[in-house]
């Protein structure tokens, strides 16, 4: 009965079978798909795929976030190259499949929260695949399928020695452009000023850890927030030190390069949304933001603020 089910051409030759073109290049594929963890391997390259295509893509929406944007083009190079191994290597596959995991893992804190989760998860489930691939022994060569060690050390395995290599090229490829860190920020006021703003639109924002910066009467724990730039609306900034109040005021605060943030506080309404606030002693903020968020009813207790380059529009001195 089984023999039936399968037709008269023999095993593997369904009706959709016989029907469709190219059975001969069609049948060779099959062999050859067949000797490898080739389901495992193509859902590495596509997660690789993805994590390439999320920062580079031409969308003004998908921005990379700072390094995040670097490393996820390393991280997608080496899934691809992982990949590609455990096609034409797939006697590596235990070794090859292992590193792909830690890579697929790693993508959710280094780069765009792993490719908006859709890389990671590709990476983590060709990996799983490839890992738990069995091929059919072979009885006449004593070994599995067609692929058999070769005594003397060479032949296709020795090639795997050449993936670490890979995959560190293609990390130091993706990193090796990355800026030198800053030198230390300079000195802060005594009290630092109260910003508010309706609307805070930062691109490639990232939070840099926690920090002290010098002030008259000693260090001041701060926050550190980076971007490449920020949008602020209706933006106003009042100084707290002394009995009147002074400050600036603009409709619109343009921020732009390298742009450094250091807050004693930070409170604002996510997506005009869920309302937080971040301390350097209360809630911490996350390590990797994604790049559609924004901010309204911002208020801010900023020590310090590095650009490259501010512009503004109606800029005016308040007083109270």
């Known amino acids: 009965m089984l023999l039936g089910l399968r037709g008269p051409a023999g095993p593997g030759s369904g009706w959709l079978d016989r029907r469709l073109p190219l059975p001969g290049p069609r049948r060779r594929l099959r062999a050859w798909r067949r000797t490898r963890p080739f389901w495992g391997g193509l859902l590495v390259i596509l997660g690789g795929t993805e994590l390439l295509l999320v920062p580079l893509s031409p969308l003004t929406v998908l921005v990379s976030l700072g390094l995040g944007g670097i490393a996820a083009i390393g991280i997608g190079l080496a899934l691809v190259a992982a990949g590609l191994f455990l096609w034409l290597l797939p006697q590596t596959r235990a070794y090859v499949s292992i590193h792909a995991l830690l890579l697929s893992v790693l993508s959710f804190v280094a780069t765009n929260l792993g490719g908006f989760l859709v890389g990671m998860l590709l990476g983590i489930a060709g990996s799983a695949l490839a890992f738990g691939w069995t091929p059919a022994p072979d009885p006449e060569a004593g070994g599995e399928g067609p692929y058999v060690p070769s005594l003397d050390g060479s032949g296709p395995r020795t090639l795997a020695a050449a993936l670490p290599v890979v995959l560190l090229a293609s ?40 920090t002290h910066v010098p002030t008259v009467d000693g260090p001041l724990k701060v926050l550190v927030l980076r971007m490449r730039a920020a949008t602020l609306t209706d933006y106003e900034l009042r100084s707290r030190d002394g009995r009147e109040e002074y400050g600036l005021a603009a409709k619109r605060l343009d921020l732009s390069g390298d742009v450094t943030l250091y807050l004693t506080k930070f409170s604002g309404c996510i997506e005009g949304l869920l309302c937080v606030t971040f301390s350097p002693d209360g809630l911490p903020a996350p390590p990797v933001i994604p790049p559609f968020v924004f901010m309204t009813r911002v208020s801010a207790e900023q020590a310090l603020v590095t650009s490259d380059v501010i512009k503004t529009d109606d800029l005016r001195l308040v007083a109270s």
Do not use: D, I, N, Y
Not at 189 to 210: E, I, K, M
């Open 171 to 210: 990390l130091v490829a993706g990193t090796g452009e990355a800026r030198a860190a800053p030198a230390g920020p300079p000195m802060a006021a005594r009290t630092p000023p109260t910003v508010t703003t309706a609307l805070f639109a930062p691109q490639g924002f990232a939070f840099a850890g926690v």
